[in-house]
């Protein structure tokens, strides 16, 4: 099976502006979780999708958004842009439902904010 | 709130065991082990669930202590693959049977191996 994969793998952006990181799940699971992972703060949960619903959601602001596709595919998207938001953008994915599952993590999307 | 790993940083030589720890202040239902390698994504070790059941590599061993709510995580004869850093991530008890993916990681231990 293809592995999580993400789009892009880098993006540079200036502060104020918006930007939208895509995230395709392994066949099958239809669930995709968001997490950010920063040298300060570690990583993160920032939310997670479940059949196009956001089942559960992070201390992160409203600035942070995404969306679920039918085809499972999910979309981060983050406005006005912060030097804080610099950070690697990690999405998983599992099954999502019946018993906990591992969750297998894509390569990332390294966000820098200037 | 965040579980606490430890210790923060251990150095082995190959062949050296190690054990890694994370405790958490919540009642929990399952804790996920991943490794993750500089510039890479985390990758998955071992879940422990709640009720003893397990699933991971077979060449990783970890356990959980449901009553104190804490989970180790046991590096046997260590080869150099196995440098990087180490996260426990948990999941709180209220999650039931369903996994809602939101897992709350430690803030991870790096591990060096040298020959």
């Known amino acids: 099976k293809a592995g999580v994969t993400q789009t892009p793998r880098y993006l540079i952006k200036t502060r104020g502006q918006q930007v939208t990181l895509s995230c395709s799940p392994i066949s099958g699971h239809r669930s995709v979780s968001w997490y950010q992972q920063t040298p300060g703060q570690g990583l993160q949960f920032l939310f997670e999708?479940?059949?196009?619903?956001?089942?559960n959601k992070g201390n992160f602001p409203g600035r942070f958004s995404g969306r679920q596709f039918s085809n499972s595919r999910s979309e981060m998207n983050v406005s006005t842009l912060e030097l804080g938001d610099s950070a690697l953008y990690l999405c998983?994915?599992?099954?999502?439902?019946?018993?906990?599952?591992?969750?297998?993590f894509g390569p990332g999307t390294r966000l820098t904010v200037t | 709130q965040q579980p606490v790993q430890s210790p923060q940083a251990v150095i082995l030589r190959e062949g050296e065991d190690a054990v890694i720890n994370c405790s958490s202040s919540k009642a929990l239902y399952s804790v996920h082990w991943y490794r993750q390698k500089h510039g890479e994504a985390p990758v998955f070790l071992m879940i422990l669930l709640k009720g003893g059941e397990q699933k991971g590599h077979e060449k990783i061993s970890a356990s959980f202590n449901e009553k104190k709510q804490q989970s180790s995580l046991y590096l046997t004869a260590s080869q150099l693959s196995y440098s990087g850093t180490y996260f426990c991530?948990?999941?709180?008890?209220?999650?039931?049977?369903?996994?809602?993916?939101?897992?709350?990681f430690g803030q991870g231990t790096i591990l060096t191996v040298h020959p």
């Open positions: 999708y479940f059949s196009e619903t956001q089942r």
């Open positions: 991530g948990t999941e709180p008890s209220n999650a039931g049977g369903t996994s809602y993916g939101k897992l709350t």
């Open positions: 998983a994915s599992f099954p999502g439902q019946g018993a906990s599952y591992e969750q297998y």
